[in-house]
């Protein structure tokens, strides 16, 4: 099989380092990508640390991937030799369960493979991910990208886009939905973006004073300081949906209390604790804490359609392969607005 470079690590103390790994030919239904910018998501640097349980080394991580057709199978109708592509978390599913016929292929029955650390039913091996110059995917799980947008800029929707917009299509979030987004980060500043072009009323609910000014910027009709009591108070029992997208460990019952009647609190990120939540916080008020993943491939094109439409693109700060060691330290300090991206167009 062919070899291309790649960055990633070969035990859960090594830093990312430049290896070599091996891609398939293209099959007849494959599409090979030259791979032109990899956003960095959190999950990234959990996997590539093994702090995640089932990392398998040498690990390359990355799932939010843009680039450009090379070659394309016999069979292939989608794409042709060319055009740019992106690459999101998944890279195949069985195609045959209830879920996958849905187009619910994060679901999959079976597991579906994921771009990277998944098991590999084609190879044998394991997946790697985008933190290299090319990858081989079929052809229905790549996705098609609008040439109306910065391409360095859209290689973070493929994750923390489609994991922001599917919870706010699940739950119908439009014109006359109150919206909290709690945490202004990576997926935060989507939530915002999204749920701002859908209609919503949103408010930014953040610890940090520091954050008003930026979530403005990005839309927030509101910022409330969570430490701040009076704050508070005014959006008390206020809020349709919040879209929690904080990871480290927090109060849901506090934001529970934010909520209307029939609210719901959808979590996508993930606290290392389990939380506690009383029965009664939930009865008084018939208030939901649900929780949500990515999007299939028909909801991720859709997102990506979407964006296109209303020019919308992550915050990033692009960065160079040998960066990669450097922005996982400053992604842990929280020094980054809002996500790193790798331009392989620099190699």
């Given amino acids: 099989m062919p070899t291309t470079?790649?960055?990633?690590?070969?035990?859960?103390?090594?830093?990312?380092?430049?290896?070599?790994?091996?891609?398939?030919?293209?099959?007849?239904?494959?599409?090979?990508?030259?791979?032109?910018?990899?956003?960095?998501?959190?999950?990234?640097?959990?996997?590539?640390?093994?702090?995640w349980p089932g990392t398998v080394y040498p690990c390359v991580p990355g799932h939010e991937i843009v680039g450009r057709i090379t070659a394309v199978g016999d069979?292939?109708?989608?794409?042709?030799?060319?055009?740019?592509?992106?690459?999101?978390?998944?890279?195949?599913?069985?195609?045959?369960?209830d879920n996958c016929k849905e187009g619910l292929e994060q679901f999959c029955s079976q597991g579906g493979t994921f771009t990277y650390n998944s098991a590999d039913k084609i190879s044998g091996g394991h997946t790697f991910g985008g933190y290299s110059k090319s990858i081989v995917v079929p052809e229905d799980f790549a996705l098609h990208i609008s040439d109306k947008l910065p391409l360095d800029a859209v290689a973070p929707l493929l994750c923390a886009g489609i994991t922001t917009y599917s919870p706010l299509r699940h739950w119908k979030v439009g014109k006359g939905t109150r919206v909290g987004v709690l945490g202004l980060g990576g997926l935060g500043h989507m939530g915002v973006k999204l749920a701002v072009a859908m209609g919503a009323e949103v408010t930014m609910l953040s610890h940090s004073p520091s954050k008003e000014q930026d979530a403005k910027r990005?839309?927030?009709?509101?910022?409330?300081?969570?430490?701040?009591?009076?704050?508070?108070?005014?959006?008390?029992?206020?809020?349709?949906?919040?879209?929690d997208t904080v990871s480290a460990e927090h109060d849901y019952n506090f934001y529970l209390g934010l909520l209307r009647v029939n609210g719901v609190m959808v979590c996508?990120?993930?606290?290392?604790?389990?939380?506690?939540?009383?029965?009664?916080?939930?009865?008084?008020?018939?208030?939901?804490?649900?929780?949500?993943?990515?999007?299939?491939?028909?909801?991720?094109?859709?997102?990506?359609?979407?964006?296109?439409?209303?020019?919308?693109?992550?915050?990033?700060?692009?960065?160079?392969?040998?960066?990669?060691?450097?922005?996982y330290e400053r992604m842990l300090k929280g020094d980054v607005r809002y996500r790193f991206v790798i331009d392989f167009k620099s190699e």
């Fill in 5 to 51: 470079q790649a960055f990633g690590t070969t035990s859960a103390t090594a830093p990312v380092a430049s290896l070599t790994i091996e891609r398939r030919d293209p099959r007849p239904h494959d599409v090979q990508i030259e791979i032109l910018y990899c956003g960095i998501c959190h999950s990234d640097l959990h996997t590539a640390r093994g702090e």
């Fill in 75 to 97: 069979h292939v109708k989608k794409f042709k030799v060319g055009d740019i592509a992106g690459v999101g978390c998944l890279v195949d599913s069985c195609r045959e369960c």
């Fill in 218 to 243: 990005l839309g927030a009709h509101r910022f409330v300081l969570t430490s701040d009591a009076e704050q508070v108070k005014t959006v008390s029992g206020y809020f349709d949906f919040i879209l």
């Fill in 268 to 327: 996508v990120g993930v606290p290392p604790q389990p939380i506690t939540v009383p029965a009664l916080n939930l009865i008084f008020g018939r208030k939901s804490v649900a929780g949500s993943l990515i999007g299939g491939l028909p909801e991720t094109q859709e997102m990506l359609d979407f964006c296109a439409e209303h020019n919308i693109v992550s915050d990033i700060e692009l960065i160079k392969p040998d960066q990669i060691n450097e922005a």
